[in-house]
């Protein structure tokens, strides 16, 4: 069984100071890890991914997230947030189809002038 | 290339009705997974279809369900409506194939039942 938790229910931050979402997951077999946004009344945007490879992904619009296998974390960061970043974020966990992704329980992310 | 689209986007039924949800995939994806996103539950997997085969399966009972046809749609169905089944249903799709392939989010049919 796989599961995930996101440590902070809501951020807020101001523009252009850093953030970080923090993610943690359990599973007892490999995983490929994954950040996505929802914005308001929107699907799921996937932001970045992490199958295997270098533990440090990135995003085009200059979010990252790192993946530490020792503490079973995926935490999403960018170094300098703008207005338009304001949305829901979740971490979630897939077997290695990606078919069956298990949810956190979503950041929401507010950016304030 | 056209994305993912779900009809209707926004449904209100009165507990006790059934409801049915489609979602068109991209095209030449396979591979059909619903999702339902609740302010409470958080966002749930239902179940995966592929080539009309219902393939995963979630924690959801029997009142859900679903099928595909064979240009890949998908209708999921929720008989004997209940308050709490009022949630945006998701769906994603993509290839299919058995590694890794990206999946990609439709907007959402949001439910309200009453």
């Known amino acids: 069984a796989q599961s995930v938790t996101q440590l902070d229910s809501q951020v807020p931050v101001f523009e252009e100071a850093p953030v970080e979402l923090r993610c943690n997951y359990s599973?007892?077999?490999?995983?490929?890890l994954f950040w996505y946004v929802q914005y308001p009344n929107q699907g799921l945007q996937l932001l970045l991914k992490y199958l295997s490879g270098s533990t440090l992904v990135e995003s085009i619009n200059g979010f990252e997230a790192e993946f530490n296998k020792s503490q079973t974390s995926f935490h999403l960061r960018k170094p300098s947030v703008h207005i338009s970043d304001t949305a829901e974020y979740f971490c979630a966990v897939s077997d290695r189809t990606g078919s069956r992704l298990t949810f956190g329980e979503g950041t929401q992310l507010t950016v304030n002038p | 290339k056209a994305g993912v689209t779900q009809t209707p986007r926004y449904l209100i039924k009165t507990r006790g009705q059934q409801v049915t949800l489609s979602c068109s995939p991209i095209?030449?994806?396979?591979?059909v997974s619903w999702y339902q996103q609740t302010p409470g539950q958080g966002l749930q997997f239902l179940f995966e279809?592929?080539?009309?085969?219902?393939?995963n399966k979630g924690n959801f009972p029997g009142r859900f369900s679903g099928r595909q046809f064979s240009n890949s749609r998908s209708e999921m169905n929720v008989s004997t409506l209940e308050l709490g089944d009022s949630a945006l249903y998701l769906c994603?799709?993509?290839?299919?194939?058995?590694?890794?392939?990206?999946?990609?989010f439709g907007p959402g049919t949001r439910l309200t039942v009453l």
């Open positions: 599973s007892s077999v490999s995983v490929y």
């Open positions: 994603a799709s993509s290839w299919g194939g058995v590694s890794y392939n990206e999946q990609f």
């Open positions: 279809y592929f080539s009309e085969t219902q393939r």
């Open positions: 095209s030449g994806h396979r591979s």
